[in-house]
């Protein structure tokens, strides 16, 4: 079973930048999909990007396409997600998911605990 722990959560202005990161652990995680979600108050949560973890194909949200980057690291099993331009409407609490199917647009069936992000105006 893969286990997710993100970081990096915080606070941060509007235009600024924050990069998150998921630690992952797991014998099976390399063959896995990774992937960042979040849920706003009395939201939804929501797909933002994804990556298949053995040849790095991403894909992202339009909403964050442009301004977000999503990456791993395999030597650290750490995936990341760079958040630049970041506006009030990005406060969320973020979520890592693995994909156990290795498809970076789905299904994602495990999660992380959630960081919170929080921009102000």
């Known amino acids: 079973q893969v286990q997710l722990v993100e970081s990096g959560g915080g606070l941060v202005q509007d235009g600024g930048s924050l990069k998150l990161s998921c630690a992952a652990s797991g014998r099976t995680v390399s063959s896995y999909a990774m992937g960042w979600f979040r849920q706003a108050p009395g939201t939804e949560r929501k797909f933002v990007a994804g990556?298949?973890?053995?040849?790095?194909?991403?894909n992202y949200a339009g909403s964050v396409k442009g301004r977000f980057t999503i990456s791993r690291d395999n030597a650290k099993s750490t995936v990341y997600l760079q958040m630049n331009s970041l506006k009030p409407e990005d406060t969320a609490v973020y979520y890592c998911?693995?994909?156990?199917?290795?498809?970076?647009?789905?299904?994602?069936?495990?999660w992380g605990q959630g960081t919170h992000v929080t921009v102000s105006s």
């Open positions: 998911a693995g994909g156990s199917s290795g498809n970076p647009f789905g299904p994602y069936d495990v």
């Open positions: 990556i298949r973890w053995n040849d790095g194909i991403t």
